[in-house]
């Protein structure tokens, strides 16, 4: 099989986030859209502030790429890479927040709600959330209603209460925020937390593309390994980083007292834990030949990323 040198993958990781940055500028105008009243300043300096100039746009990625194995058009991808960027960017916005993680710094500089207020950067979260579902349904990714309802339905429950939020809200139990010592299962916080997102990158690419059984499942079990790959490495890095590289402080984690992969299973079990992720999710893609050589140099880049 043609592997993906590391250069030519860095390439397109740096084209794909800048695709994603324009049309995310684009989106996040003061240009007010039919059937909207107005774009309140304060709203959508809050929202640039979150969504721009930062992060290397993994999900997008992974949408583009996912994608590009059917030969889906790239303007579509782009598209439902930047609604689920969206919804990561309204995330962390409400991570960082006094009630959650109460975090001072994201991507080398102030978190929104040290920028501005806790009230503004409550609301650009919830405006981040709305928008996605906005781009998600447009009709130029897919000619095909019911493809952009499969994609609407995959986000809201890889976002909502079965991922991303219901992750979240364990992750906090898992801390002792509510009280009482509920059972602690890392696995299935992260990949609910963290996880469904990246998987939901890999799996649009199936929905857009109207892959065969098969095929989905394929890049179903691809971003589920990459995903229990990405929060281990993420779970070292705060171990083993710097706030310098990083980008926000180290050693988070463990000053919360966080039960994470490597509270568990250490850091040489972590590292062979990673190395066996890197492996399923090779294997779960060898089915498309040299079309997923990508989607291989993506899951080593998370296995061995240093930010």
């Known amino acids: 099989m043609t592997g993906t040198s590391p250069s030519d993958f860095a390439k397109r990781l740096d084209k794909t986030a800048d695709d994603t940055e324009a049309l995310l500028g684009r989106l996040l105008t003061d240009d007010i859209l039919h059937d909207e009243i107005a774009r309140p300043k304060r709203l959508m300096d809050a929202m640039r ?54 975090s001072d710094l994201r991507r080398g500089r102030p978190t929104l709600h040290k920028h501005t207020d806790d009230a503004t950067a409550i609301l650009a979260g919830d405006g981040l959330l ?61 990949q609910m937390k963290t996880g469904a997102l990246l998987r939901y990158g890999c799996i ?12 989905y499942q ?33 050693g988070a984690d463990a000053a919360l007292g966080k039960t994470t992969f490597v509270t568990q299973l250490g850091i040489d079990g972590a590292k062979q834990r990673v190395r066996d992720l890197l492996a399923r999710a090779d294997s779960a893609v060898s089915i498309f030949g040299d079309r997923a050589a990508v989607l291989q140099a993506a899951a080593r880049f998370v296995a061995e990323r240093k930010n």
């Open 218 to 250: 394929a890049l179903d079990d691809y971003g589920r390994a990459l995903g229990e790959a990405f929060q281990i490495a993420d779970d070292l890095l705060d171990v083993e980083g710097d706030a310098a590289a990083l980008g926000k402080p180290a």
């Open 130 to 190: 709305t928008l996605a579902f906005d781009i998600v349904t447009r009709d130029e990714i897919h000619r095909d209603a019911n493809v952009r309802l499969l994609l609407t339905r995959a986000l809201a429950r890889c976002a909502g209460i079965g991922g991303m939020v219901g992750g979240q809200i364990l992750d906090l139990a898992g801390e002792g925020r509510f009280g009482g010592n509920e059972p602690i299962d890392v696995a299935r916080i992260q």
């Open 204 to 215: 649009a690419g199936a929905l857009l593309g109207q892959a065969s059984q098969k095929e």
């Open 49 to 102: 502030y979150s969504s721009l100039n930062g992060g290397k746009r993994l999900r997008p990625f992974l949408v583009v790429e996912s994608a590009a194995v059917f030969g889906v058009p790239r303007e579509a991808a782009l598209l439902v890479g930047a609604a689920l960027e969206c919804i990561h960017c309204y995330s962390l916005i409400h991570d960082d927040l006094p009630a959650m993680d109460n």
